[in-house]
T-cell receptor, first 110, second 115 residues
Framework: KQEVTQIPAALSVPEGENLVLNCSFT??????LQWFRQDPGKGLTSLLL?????REQTSGRLNASLDKSSGRSTLYIAASQPGDSATYLC?????????FGAGTTVTVRA | DAGITQSPRHKVTETGTPVTLRCHQT?????MYWYRQDPGHGLRLIHY???????DKGEVSDGYSVSRSKTEDFLLTLESATSSQTSVYFC??????????????FGSGTQLSVL
């Protein structure tokens, strides 16, 4: 059974600092890994999807890397802003269904 | 945003009563999913559907049933609600099976409280 872990559970940084969010998973036989953003009381929004054959994916200030062999992914958010405050979840697709981590709640202080 | 509507948005019910949550999509996507989200657990899959009348169990399906009579609607039923089913329920859709580059789109969720 795939286990997905995100550490830390919460993170607080001053505005302008770069964010580094970690995700680890136990079974490296995955189709893809997705990073989601969740705002309070809202659903999840897909940020980036990295296919198993890719090492990284970029969108604007966001960059996600994937190291399948070590079971790790990292989401980098450059020059953080207060609007980046949210919970970030990673999810791995290894059997046509997603297994989610519990998320990292990020607070960016103005 | 993907056209996914969950109803109701909030529901308070008593232990032992039946509850039905509805997910409606306007994207004509084949796959629909029900997840529950609890503190410290992330999202866990309850049931999913891969077509009209075609459904399968997820990792936490006990106490839940689903039905899909139309492409656009996926219903989740708690036959006899228990306090352990207090949670936030999310519906999600995808166009095809979760292959290498298939994204999942989520509804806004239903907050269910069982007293």
């Amino acid at each position: 059974k795939q286990e997905v872990t995100q550490i830390p559970a919460a993170l607080s940084v001053p505005e302008g600092e770069n964010l580094v969010l970690n995700c680890s998973f136990t079974d490296s036989a995955i189709y893809n890994l997705q990073w989601f953003r969740q705002d309070p009381g809202k659903g999840l929004t897909s940020l980036l999807l990295i296919q198993s054959s890719q090492r990284e994916q970029t969108s604007g200030r966001l960059n996600a890397s994937l190291d399948k062999s070590s079971g790790r992914s990292t989401l980098y958010i450059a020059a953080s802003q207060p609007g980046d405050s949210a919970t970030y979840l990673c999810a791995v697709n290894d059997d046509y269904k997603l297994s989610f981590g519990a998320g990292t709640t990020v607070t960016v202080r103005a | 945003d993907a056209g996914i509507t969950q109803s109701p948005r909030h529901k308070v019910t008593e232990t032992g009563t039946p509850v039905t949550l509805r997910c409606h999509q306007t994207e004509n996507h084949r796959y629909m999913y029900w997840y529950r989200q609890d503190p410290g657990h992330g999202l866990r899959l309850i049931h999913y559907s891969y077509g009209v009348k075609d459904t399968d169990k997820g990792e936490v399906s006990d106490g839940y049933s689903v039905s899909r009579s139309k492409t656009e609607d996926f219903l989740l039923t708690l036959e006899s609600a228990t306090s352990s089913q207090t949670s936030v329920y999310f519906c999600a859709i995808s166009e095809s099976r979760q292959t290498a580059n298939e994204k999942l789109f989520f509804g806004s969720g239903t907050q269910l409280s069982v007293l």
